[in-house]
């Protein structure tokens, strides 16, 4: 139950389209209900109009999620529950924030007729850097849309011809399993490292004109240490898991970038699994090449996981027990 007290601030907001108020609202006031969870205040509604009741702060701030979310509905967007939870927490960062801006900016339409569109600013920014510069870090933690964003990113590209391939590139390192008690030859031992990368080319296009694309080489996978001595030319390259690259490894992979290609590396710096000693092929980059013109380094936080919303309370969790970890490691 939410209490409220005297200095409580209230405010009402006519949307004056019932049809808008209707699907703005929700099944039986699904999405109101959401936004009094995510605030912590109260919101009644009668006919188009809505009141909002809570601290001054966060009454202001769901006056401008619910115009921003008609402004949506207005342009045809189908609104669904996480959107409204991504939709906080944009404006929660900055409530100047025009969501038409995000949610509208359309990078790919999937073979599933799924609209891809940015879900954070930061993601945002990502996909700005992508189309701006020819090599592109995405670093942060799991969930946040990395690698799913880059695919979409790419099979846009490849569709408006502005390369010929799309190169998909993971190092095969052990997390903890044994690459060689894996059954089969060298390309079945590694084929689950690359499995990830796969899962993303087919929702991106259906499972039939994927692997038609494998086939005639328009869309190759590939383990890393398969790029030495190669010069890829006219082509969209993703690194994945860049944080289990070595310094020569790195290194390797951005001199193979040739004419008209551009390269997007991903990795999560939190999830290195390189032998104890070995510096972090991604993590040395991100510093050697700071400045370097044509290249952007976009950081990724937990308030920009996209999946499962336990997923960011999980990845938060483990921020908290690594800083925990940390301090008590600089006070001994």
Same mark, same amino acid.
């Given at each position: 139950?939410?209490?409220?007290?005297?200095?409580?601030?209230?405010?009402?907001?006519?949307?004056?389209?019932?049809?808008?108020?209707?699907?703005?609202?929700?099944?039986?006031?699904? /999405?109101?209900?959401?936004?009094?969870?995510?605030?912590?205040?109260?919101?009644?509604?009668?006919?188009?109009?809505? /009141?909002?009741?809570?601290?001054?702060?966060?009454? $202001?701030?769901?006056?401008?999620?619910?115009?921003?979310?008609?402004?949506?509905?207005?342009?045809?967007?189908?609104?669904?529950?996480?959107? #409204?939870?991504?939709?906080?927490?944009?404006?929660?960062?900055?409530?100047?924030?025009?969501?038409?801006? =995000?949610?509208?900016?359309?990078?790919?339409?999937?073979?599933?007729?799924?609209? =891809?569109?940015?879900?954070?600013?930061?993601?945002?920014?990502?996909?700005?850097?992508?189309?701006?510069?020819?090599?592109?870090?995405?670093?942060?933690?799991?969930?946040?849309?990395?690698?799913?964003?880059?695919?979409?990113?790419?099979?846009?590209?490849?569709?408006?011809?502005?390369?010929?391939?799309?190169?998909?590139?993971?190092?095969?390192?052990? $997390?903890?399993?044994?690459?060689?008690?894996?059954?089969?030859?060298?390309?079945?031992?590694?084929?689950?490292?690359?499995?990830?990368?796969?899962?993303?080319?087919?929702?991106?296009?259906?499972?039939?004109?994927?692997?038609?694309?494998?086939?005639?080489?328009?869309?190759?996978?590939?383990?890393?240490?398969?790029?030495?001595?190669?010069?890829?030319?006219?082509?969209?390259? #993703?690194?994945?898991?860049?944080?289990?690259?070595?310094?020569?490894?790195?290194?390797?992979?951005?001199?193979?970038?040739?004419?008209?290609?551009?390269?997007?590396?991903?990795?999560?710096?939190?999830?290195?699994?390189?032998?104890?000693?070995?510096?972090?092929?991604?993590?040395?980059?991100?510093?050697?090449?700071?400045?370097?013109?044509?290249?952007?380094?976009?950081?990724?936080?937990?308030?920009?996981?996209?999946?499962?919303?336990?997923?960011?309370?999980?990845?938060?969790?483990?921020?908290?027990?690594?800083?925990?970890? /940390?301090?008590?490691?600089?006070?001994?």
């Amino acid at each position: 139950m939410l209490f409220l007290n005297d200095s409580d601030s209230s405010l009402t907001l006519d949307l004056l389209d019932p049809d808008i108020t209707t699907r703005l609202l929700g099944r039986q006031n699904r /999405h109101l209900k959401q936004v009094e969870r995510l605030l912590g205040l109260r919101i009644g509604s009668k006919g188009t109009s809505l /009141h909002f009741r809570g601290e001054e702060h966060q009454v $202001a701030l769901a006056r401008r999620l619910f115009e921003e979310l008609a402004g949506l509905l207005r342009e045809g967007y189908p609104l669904y529950p996480p959107d #409204i939870d991504y939709a906080v927490r944009i404006l929660s960062s900055d409530s100047s924030t025009r969501l038409k801006d =995000i949610f509208l900016d359309t990078i790919y339409v999937s073979a599933r007729k799924k609209v =891809i569109t940015p879900k954070s600013l930061a993601q945002k920014t990502y996909i700005d850097a992508i189309r701006e510069h020819d090599v592109v870090f995405g670093v942060g933690p799991a969930g946040t849309g990395k690698t799913y964003l880059a695919m979409a990113m790419a099979v846009a590209s490849l569709a408006r011809k502005e390369v010929s391939r799309i190169i998909l590139v993971r190092p095969a390192v052990e $997390a903890g399993e044994k690459l060689g008690f894996l059954p089969g030859d060298i390309a079945e031992k590694v084929n689950p490292y690359l499995r990830p990368l796969y899962d993303a080319l087919y929702d991106m296009v259906d499972l039939t004109r994927g692997q038609e694309m494998v086939e005639q080489g328009i869309v190759e996978v590939a383990p890393l240490a398969f790029m030495r001595g190669r010069t890829l030319n006219d082509a969209f390259v #993703i690194l994945d898991e860049a944080q289990n690259t070595t310094s020569e490894q790195m290194k390797m992979f951005l001199t193979r970038l040739g004419f008209g290609s551009r390269a997007v590396v991903t990795g999560d710096a939190t999830q290195i699994d390189l032998p104890s000693g070995r510096t972090s092929g991604l993590l040395e980059a991100m510093d050697v090449l700071r400045g370097v013109p044509g290249i952007a380094v976009i950081r990724f936080s937990d308030r920009d996981v996209v999946r499962h919303p336990i997923v960011q309370s999980i990845v938060q969790a483990y921020d908290r027990r690594g800083r925990k970890k /940390h301090a008590e490691t600089e006070a001994s």
